[in-house]
């Protein structure tokens, strides 16, 4: 079905950043677009593609709530027509997330290289709050927001509504295993993308087959501190409530330690700084 895209040499990507939201994907496109063997996705940083189910949205009209979408494979290959680099990405944190993402990507990209970064769910969870509260999106407590989350169950509430499910890392990661073999995943912690930038880096690059390389320009972007530059201080997560969204994470945290190579059962036990950010 697809053959016709390797005989006309069209050009597709060869690795997604798939996720997780609030993981530092933003700033990841970012230095990856600044290697001289790379080329990501433009003018559209998180085209979605592989998340398209209906006509799109045209990039003038869209909003916050009705995000754009490139929905042709024409569209698409229009990302990386100018691309002359070996290596080409696109960066969309909803492919994680969404089970049926990983089978489309395998059909249309059979050899694409996946990278996740993963980053403690709560701490995610609280992030991706801040980032909707900041911007005027989100009007009920964080506390709300995961009561009704809890309450409605999985596909419950409408895309945008809920924080603690985007989370649930190893059932994510289980469907990319299906279609893809280990080699082709790389799993990164986003503590020690955190504390480590550039070391990081190279590991990704070393994954990608590209040449080592420090991206001349490191800061961090799309924090959801950002989004209270104008309005004053974040709400902070209580520690109370830390622990109990951790303990949703249990069983899930417990089955990700299986599949990745850093400590992630660190993340039941919120600490002080966990709780204040």
Same mark, same amino acid.
């Given at each position: 079905?697809?053959?016709?895209l390797k005989?006309?040499g069209m050009k597709l990507?060869? +690795?997604?950043?798939?996720g997780a939201?609030k993981?530092?994907?933003?700033s990841l496109?970012? #230095?990856?677009?600044?290697?001289?063997?790379i080329?990501?996705?433009a003018?559209?940083k998180?085209?979605m593609?592989?998340?398209?189910?209906?006509q799109?949205v045209?990039?003038?009209?869209? /909003?916050?709530d009705? %995000?754009y979408?490139?929905?042709?494979?024409? @569209? #698409?290959?229009?990302?990386f027509a100018?691309?002359d680099e070996p290596l080409?990405?696109?960066?969309s /944190?909803?492919?994680?997330a969404?089970?049926?993402?990983a089978?489309w990507?395998?059909?249309?990209?059979?050899?694409?290289?996946?990278i996740?970064?993963?980053?403690?769910? =709560?701490?995610?969870a609280?992030s991706? #709050?801040? *980032?909707?509260?900041g911007n005027?999106?989100?009007?009920?407590?964080?506390?709300?927001a995961v &009561?009704?989350?809890i309450? &409605?169950?999985?596909?419950?509430? %409408?895309h945008g509504?809920?924080y603690?499910?985007?989370?649930?890392?190893?059932s994510q990661?289980?469907?990319?295993?299906?279609y893809?073999?280990?080699?082709?995943?790389f799993?990164? @912690?986003?503590g020690r993308y955190?504390?480590?930038?550039?070391g990081?880096?190279?590991?990704i690059f070393?994954?990608?087959?590209?040449?080592?390389?420090?991206?001349?320009d490191?800061r961090?972007?799309? /924090?959801?501190?950002?989004?209270?530059?104008k309005k004053?201080? &974040?709400p902070?997560?209580?520690?109370d409530?830390?622990?109990?969204?951790a303990?949703?994470?249990?069983?899930d945290?417990?089955e990700l330690?299986? *599949? =990745?190579? +850093? @400590?992630?059962?660190?993340?039941?036990?919120?600490?002080?700084? /966990?709780?204040a950010?």
């Amino acid at each position: 079905m697809w053959e016709f895209l390797k005989k006309g040499g069209m050009k597709l990507p060869n +690795f997604l950043i798939v996720g997780a939201n609030k993981a530092g994907t933003t700033s990841l496109a970012y #230095y990856c677009g600044q290697h001289p063997d790379i080329f990501m996705s433009a003018p559209i940083k998180e085209p979605m593609f592989f998340t398209s189910t209906k006509q799109g949205v045209p990039i003038s009209q869209a /909003t916050l709530d009705n %995000p754009y979408f490139c929905f042709t494979l024409q @569209d #698409y290959m229009d990302l990386f027509a100018k691309a002359d680099e070996p290596l080409r990405g696109e960066a969309s /944190t909803a492919y994680l997330a969404n089970p049926s993402c990983a089978l489309w990507i395998k059909k249309v990209i059979p050899d694409a290289r996946i990278i996740a970064i993963l980053r403690n769910p =709560v701490e995610r969870a609280f992030s991706n #709050y801040k *980032m909707y509260h900041g911007n005027g999106v989100e009007k009920r407590t964080f506390p709300e927001a995961v &009561a009704q989350e809890i309450e &409605a169950g999985p596909g419950g509430l %409408p895309h945008g509504q809920h924080y603690l499910s985007l989370g649930l890392y190893a059932s994510q990661l289980r469907v990319f295993k299906r279609y893809f073999p280990d080699e082709r995943i790389f799993i990164g @912690d986003f503590g020690r993308y955190n504390e480590d930038t550039a070391g990081f880096l190279q590991d990704i690059f070393r994954f990608l087959g590209a040449r080592e390389f420090v991206p001349p320009d490191l800061r961090r972007l799309n /924090t959801s501190a950002g989004h209270y530059h104008k309005k004053g201080q &974040a709400p902070l997560l209580d520690r109370d409530l830390a622990a109990r969204i951790a303990g949703y994470f249990e069983k899930d945290v417990t089955e990700l330690q299986t *599949m =990745v190579g +850093f @400590d992630v059962m660190k993340w039941l036990e919120p600490s002080g700084e /966990t709780a204040a950010k």
